[in-house]
C-alpha cells in the first residue's frame, strides 16, 4: 500500500476553519520515514499569526457549535467512528509510515482511536446536569454544565491517532471547539483526521490542526488569549510543568498526562508463561514506546534465570524491520536521537556490569 498511498493528501495546509492554507511565514516541516530516513512529505511549520487564526476561527465557531443540539453533535461523532474504521487500513499504513511502529500496532491504535468517537458520541447526549434542594430547605440548586471554551490539545508522536481522538471527541461531545497541534514527527495521521472529521459534517472552525517547529511562542501566544480555556497535554513531565506554569498565568484548566517508570514485578510463584506474556506486552507493546511501557523489570531469585532465558528467547525471536511491512513485529525508533539515546544506555549498563 505504501505505493499507492498519496502523501500529498495529507501535505495539503494548515487545518484552519475548514480551509487547508500554508503557513505565514512560508516555512515547511519535513516529516521522514523512520525506517529509511527519506523524507515522505512536508507539512507547513505554523507561526504565532497562524495561531492566532486558529484561535479565531475556533471562537467564531464556538457558539453555533455550544448550540447545536446534542443529538446532531452525537451523530456527527459517531460518523467519524464509522469512517475511521472504513479507512482504517489507510490510517494505519499511514501510522507506520510516518511513526514506524509496526503494521499490527497501527491497526490496533487506529480501533482503539476511532472507539473514542463511538464512546462519546453516546455520552454527547447524557449531559444532563443536577437539581437539588439547598440544605436549609428554603431554596433549589441547580447545575447546569457549560461547554468550558476553546481547547488547545498537544498530543506527542508516539499514538498519532489515539492522542488525539481521545481528546478531541470528548471536547466536541461538550460542545467545545479545539486547536490540535500534533507531534512535528507524525503530523500526517492528524491532517488524514482532520479530512474525516470534516467529511462527517464537524463544522469548520470546530477542529482546527496546526504543526510547528516553534512550540514554545506559539503555545505561549494561545494560551495567552483569554477565550482559551483549557489545556490538554500528553508527553513529557518536564515539558509538562513548563505548560503548567504557562497555564497558571491565564488560570486555564488543566489536564496532563505526564511520564511514567513502570516497574514489572515478577515472583517466584508467577506462572512463567504468563509472566513472559505479560513482559512483551508491557515492555515491547509499541516497540517499548510507550509512557506505559515497563522500564524496570524485578525478578525473585527463585524463577530469576527462567525468566531470563525466556525473555531473551522471546526477543531475538521478534523480527525487526520496516513498520509498514506485515512481517515486522518490531519497527525502528522514532528519529536516531531515539536510537542514539538507547545506545547510550545499553552501552552504560554493560560498562556497569550486565550482560
Known amino acids: 500500500m505504501t505505493s499507492t498511498l498519496d502523501i500529498e493528501a495529507f501535505t495539503q495546509g494548515l487545518y484552519i476553519n475548514g480551509q487547508w492554507q500554508a503557513a505565514t511565514g512560508g516555512k515547511a516541516i519535513d516529516v521522514v520515514d523512520p525506517s529509511t530516513e527519506a523524507v515522505l512529505g512536508s ?12 484561535v479565531e476561527a475556533a471562537a467564531n465557531a464556538a457558539e453555533g457549535w455550544r448550540n447545536t443540539a446534542p443529538r446532531k453533535r452525537s451523530e456527527i461523532l ?10 482504517a487500513d489507510m490510517l494505519a499504513m499511514l501510522i507506520s509510515m510516518e511513526n514506524g511502529k ?15 468517537f463511538r464512546w462519546n458520541a453516546e ?6 446536569g443536577e437539581f437539588g434542594t439547598a440544605p436549609a430547605g428554603t431554596n433549589r440548586i441547580i447545575v447546569d454544565y457549560q461547554p468550558i471554551g476553546i481547547c488547545f490539545l498537544i498530543t506527542p ?9 481521545r481528546k478531541i471527541a470528548p471536547a466536541l461531545a461538550a460542545g467545545c471547539t479545539v486547536i490540535l497541534k500534533p507531534a512535528s514527527e507524525t503530523p500526517l495521521t492528524a491532517y488524514a483526521l482532520a479530512a474525516i472529521y470534516e467529511e462527517a459534517g464537524v463544522p469548520p472552525g470546530v477542529v482546527n490542526v496546526i504543526t510547528t517547529t516553534s512550540p514554545g511562542p506559539v503555545t505561549s501566544a494561545i494560551l495567552a488569549d483569554p477565550r482559551v480555556r483549557k489545556l ?19 488560570v486555564i484548566s488543566c489536564a496532563m498526562e505526564l511520564g511514567g517508570n513502570a516497574p514489572f514485578i515478577v515472583f517466584d510463584d508467577a506462572d512463567l508463561d504468563a509472566a513472559l506474556d505479560g513482559a512483551m506486552i508491557a515492555k515491547m507493546r509499541n516497540a517499548g514506546e510507550a509512557c506505559t511501557a515497563a522500564n524496570r523489570i524485578y525478578v525473585q531469585s527463585g524463577i530469576h534465570d527462567a525468566f531470563v532465558v525466556g525473555l531473551a528467547g522471546r526477543m531475538q525471536a521478534l523480527k525487526l524491520g520496516a513498520g509498514y511491512d506485515a512481517a515486522t513485529d518490531c519497527g525502528p525508533m522514532i528519529t536516531k536521537k531515539a536510537v542514539d539515546k538507547i545506545d547510550r544506555l545499553v552501552a552504560d549498563a554493560v560498562k556497569r556490569g550486565a550482560r
Open 123 to 128: 455520552e454527547a447526549v447524557r449531559i444532563t
Open 43 to 54: 507539512v507547513p511549520d505554523a507561526t504565532v499569526d497562524d495561531a492566532a487564526s486558529a
Open 102 to 116: 509496526a503494521l499490527r500496532d497501527a491497526r490496533g491504535e487506529v480501533a482503539y482511536a476511532a472507539e473514542f
Open 78 to 87: 459517531r460518523r467519524c467512528f464509522e469512517l475511521m474504521n472504513e479507512r
Open 232 to 250: 490538554s497535554f500528553t508527553g513529557s513531565t518536564g515539558v509538562g510543568r513548563t505548560l503548567l506554569a504557562e497555564a497558571a498565568k491565564h
Open 157 to 165: 508522536w508516539n499514538f498519532p491517532a489515539a492522542m488525539a481522538t
